[in-house]
């Protein structure tokens, strides 16, 4: 039998994956999880065949609880549930250790076959996917602000963060702040550079996770 363990901060949707993967003959969820932190938990109580890892999550992001898992189970395969392909996310997870990535919007099949093709050894990627995942991405290269406890962001650039999130802009950004367009462009980059955000989708998770907007 495969193992599967689901994190995912949305009850609806750990009641869906769990539907979906017992209906198959040869899978079993074996635990569930809320958050990163009960996620590492139940990995280490279960050491499970397949994760199921929610890539946006208030506290540890699926990134963070990602190589958490794989630390203390080292065996246990990640497949990344998500809504976005947008590509630095992907290759955030991969990163990380994740061998699959499926779009939460896509067929059910899609997931089935991706935990089969990863529990068996193999990788999957959604085929609805816009991006293809780079081969060569190198381990720990998606490390963000919420992993380094000392990078700091002044209120410049978390307000700067926040209208980013909010999709403004650089002209908004450069009215709201009061400052010019390139000083606005410049600021934003200064604060994405320090968090580690290298997209729009990237900072509004970041966003979300400090309950920044909702």
């Known amino acids: 039998?495969?193992?599967?363990?689901?994190?995912?901060?949305?009850?609806?949707?750990?009641?869906?994956?769990?539907?979906?993967?017992?209906?198959?003959?040869?899978?079993?969820?074996?635990?569930?999880?809320?958050?990163?932190?009960?996620?590492v938990q139940c990995v280490q109580a279960e050491c499970p065949s397949v994760v199921l890892m929610d890539v946006s999550m208030p506290g540890w992001s699926g990134v963070t609880t990602t190589r958490k898992v794989l630390e203390v189970c080292p065996e246990t395969r990640i497949i990344a549930v998500s809504?976005?392909?947008?590509?630095?996310?992907?290759?955030?997870?991969?990163?990380?250790?994740?061998?699959?990535?499926?779009?939460?919007?896509?067929?059910?099949?899609?997931?089935?076959?991706?935990?089969?093709?990863?529990?068996?050894?193999?990788?999957?990627?959604?085929?609805?996917?816009?991006?293809?995942?780079?081969?060569?991405?190198?381990?720990?290269?998606?490390?963000?602000?919420?992993?380094?406890?000392?990078?700091?962001?002044?209120?410049?650039?978390?307000?700067?963060?926040l209208l980013v999130a909010e999709a403004c802009s650089n002209e908004q950004i450069a009215q709201s702040l009061a400052i010019s367009a390139d000083d606005a462009t410049a600021l934003k980059n200064q604060a994405m550079r320090k968090a580690g955000l290298a997209s729009r989708i990237q900072v509004m998770g970041y966003a979300q996770r400090r309950g920044w907007i909702e």
Do not use: W
């Not at 009850?11 to 635990?31: I, Q, W």
């Not at 061998?99 to 099949?109: D, F, I």
């Open 83 to 161: 809504r976005y392909d947008d590509p630095s996310v992907v290759q955030g997870m991969l990163a990380a250790g994740a061998t699959g990535y499926v779009l939460k919007q896509n067929a059910p099949r899609e997931l089935i076959d991706a935990i089969r093709a990863v529990a068996a050894g193999g990788q999957f990627f959604d085929r609805a996917m816009q991006h293809t995942p780079e081969p060569d991405i190198q381990a720990g290269s998606a490390e963000t602000c919420e992993d380094t406890p000392d990078c700091s962001l002044d209120d410049s650039e978390q307000r700067v963060l």
């Open 1 to 39: 039998m495969i193992r599967v363990v689901i994190v995912d901060d949305h009850e609806a949707v750990r009641d869906g994956l769990r539907a979906l993967v017992s209906g198959e003959p040869d899978m079993v969820v074996s635990a569930e999880a809320g958050n990163g932190q009960d996620a």
